[in-house]
């Protein structure tokens, strides 16, 4: 059989069948019902590592109140930028779009990702079929449905989920365009992905892939001699259209993730008096292979410690199938295009995470999330042509969309996110120190849970975390009231003393417990200053 006819690459044009289209239909409206008529009238709380929530909800509630799109939280290190946000504009006009329609809620909240979550599962099974034809489709569904990355972040407010509805859309439409017009379709179709997050810009990757190596008779009208300068043509227009966006995005107050994470292992978000170093090419190189080097051991770590969190296991679940397509793209390097962009998607991001950022938590895994559907298609191809699936095609469809939809609710239970009782008695404890909601709420970066649910469920009051010296402290005072501090009992960076923050004009109050131990540290009791 020759390259051109290989059963893997039959591309499947024909129709979703209406029996998968009724079954996510029917799914989700069982979602949004359990939603709306049980969960979605229970309060909304905040805490645990995806403390990303109470920015994204508050900034987007801002944006479905006043049209503008600002945060309500105030870094110390970008005090000077008062539209400081620190994200792209997609999820929070997702969020903001689910409040003006729906009004704030719990199932306000949610539904942009659960409807995420569902339609990324069609997509994942389209795709599969047009790629690798209608056998591959099901097992691809059922591979991307029961990752537990995508289950866990379906039931919060993280962007995750939308993140990756939006690749996948964006790469939908590129195989979708004509052959001839792919070159110009690339760089358009990554403009939606960017849009909820910068590294949606290496959504490139699979797409350079299929213009420069897509062989299939139907589908392929260009000689190799011109794949090449198309390609390029097409990179040198997203690198252009892309970095306007960018561009355009920080004058309008996108922060950036500041280079200390490197230079001094931590990000500097509240000392607003840090200069950024200049660092020689070696410098930069000892630097990554530090970080990379720390981030290793840190996998290791979280791996020995606590091998079934979701966490740990979504990275190794994510990490093995782009091993499996990465096998596959090598042995297969000059016939299948999707399994070679989704090797170069995931080593990319590899090194990215690893040299440049930080694994620690759920770090690691919320990096990596959005390269894992072209991974599961890849692999889900191999699988596909085993003679053994022949003829269950259609039953392993209905349990990959029936496992979509019946594994979002569980994360509705997950007492690191929503309804959580002991989150709910450290907010209470707050209230009852009286703080005034016109005036800063500023809590120690450590205890961002307690802070977090607190700033949600007290909308539009601001908020910051404790300054790490008192120079930024001071910068405060010209710019915004400070009502309440709260740090660790000891001391926490060097403000010295507390006593004397803001030249007295904050007084020590005494102690305070909030509820249960700080998640990360332990400690229990709090130093409480107010005004």
């Known amino acids: 059989m020759s390259a051109t006819t290989e059963p893997h690459l039959a591309p499947d044009r024909s129709r979703v069948p209406a029996s998968s289209v009724l079954l996510v239909l029917g799914l989700a409206a069982l979602w949004l019902a359990l939603w709306l008529f049980g969960f979605g009238t229970a309060g909304l709380h905040?805490?645990?590592?995806?403390?990303?929530?109470?920015?994204?909800?508050?900034?987007?509630?801002?944006?479905?109140?006043?049209?503008?799109?600002?945060?309500?939280?105030?870094m110390p290190t970008y005090i000077e930028n008062p539209r400081w946000r620190p994200y792209m504009p997609g999820h929070y006009a997702a969020l903001a779009a689910s409040y003006r329609a729906l009004g704030f809620s719990t199932c306000a909240t949610l539904l942009p990702n659960v409807l995420a979550f569902l339609l990324s599962t069609v997509l994942v099974h389209r795709l599969a079929a047009r790629v690798y034809g209608r056998r591959a489709a099901g097992p691809a569904a059922l591979f991307f449905a029961v990752f537990p990355g995508n289950v866990l972040f379906a039931g919060t407010a993280m962007a995750e989920p939308t993140f990756t509805a939006a690749g996948l859309?964006?790469?939908?439409l590129f195989l979708a365009a004509p052959v001839?017009?792919?070159?110009?379709?690339?760089?358009?179709?990554?403009?939606?992905?960017f849009l909820f997050r910068e590294t949606g810009a290496l959504w490139v990757l699979p797409m350079l892939a299929f213009l420069l190596l897509e062989r299939s008779a139907p589908t392929s009208t260009a000689p190799a001699s011109r794949r090449l300068?198309?390609?390029?043509?097409?990179?040198?227009?997203?690198?252009?259209?892309?970095?306007?966006?960018?561009?355009?995005?920080?004058?309008?107050?996108?922060?950036?993730?500041?280079?200390?994470?490197?230079?001094?292992?931590?990000?500097a978000y509240n000392d607003a008096t840090l200069e950024a170093e200049i660092w020689t090419l070696a410098q930069w190189a000892q630097g990554i292979a530090a970080?990379?080097?720390?981030?290793?051991?840190?996998?290791?770590?979280?791996?020995?410690?606590?091998?079934?969190?979701?966490?740990?296991v979504g990275f190794w679940w994510i990490l093995g199938a782009w091993a499996g397509a990465t096998a596959l793209a090598l042995k297969r390097r000059a016939r299948d295009p999707l399994a070679?962009?989704?090797?170069l998607l995931g080593l990319a991001m590899l090194l990215a995470v690893f040299g440049l950022y930080d694994v620690k938590a759920q770090k690691g895994m919320r990096s990596l999330v959005f390269v894992y559907p072209l991974c599961a298609l890849a692999v889900s191809g191999a699988f596909a042509r085993q003679p053994a699936f022949a003829g269950k095609r259609r039953l392993v469809t209905g349990?990959?969309?029936?496992?979509?939809?019946?594994?979002?609710?569980?994360?509705?239970?997950?007492?690191?996110?929503?309804?959580?009782?002991?989150?709910?008695?450290?907010?209470?404890?707050i209230e009852e120190l009286g703080h005034d909601d016109a005036t800063?709420?500023?809590?120690?970066?450590?205890?961002t849970p307690f802070l977090l649910d607190y700033a949600v469920r007290h909308y539009p009051v601001p908020w910051s975390f404790a300054p790490e010296n008192d120079a930024t402290l001071k910068l405060f005072e010209g710019r915004y009231r400070v009502g309440t501090l709260l740090l660790h009992d000891g001391a926490f960076g060097p403000i010295t003393p507390p006593r004397t923050a803001f030249d007295g004009r904050l007084r020590f109050e005494g102690k305070v417990e909030l509820g249960h131990p700080d998640y990360l540290t332990g400690v229990r009791d709090f130093l409480v200053y107010r005004r």
């Open 440 to 447: 800063m709420l500023m809590v120690d970066i450590r205890l």
């Open 180 to 193: 001839r017009w792919r070159p110009l379709a690339a760089p358009l179709c990554l403009v939606l992905p």
């Open 46 to 74: 905040v805490q645990g590592p995806f403390v990303d929530q109470a920015g994204y909800i508050t900034t987007a509630r801002h944006l479905a109140d006043t049209g503008e799109l600002r945060s309500g939280l105030v």
């Open 340 to 343: 070679v962009g989704a090797s």
């Open 169 to 172: 859309v964006g790469f939908t």
């Open 229 to 267: 300068p198309q390609a390029l043509a097409a990179l040198v227009a997203a690198v252009l259209l892309l970095a306007g966006l960018n561009a355009w995005q920080i004058a309008d107050g996108k922060g950036v993730v500041p280079l200390s994470w490197i230079q001094r292992g931590t990000f």
């Open 291 to 312: 970080n990379f080097a720390r981030n290793l051991g840190e996998v290791g770590r979280q791996t020995l410690e606590r091998p079934f969190s979701v966490g740990v």
């Open 399 to 429: 349990v990959a969309v029936a496992s979509a939809g019946f594994l979002a609710l569980f994360p509705a239970a997950n007492e690191l996110t929503f309804l959580d009782e002991a989150t709910d008695r450290a907010t209470r404890t």
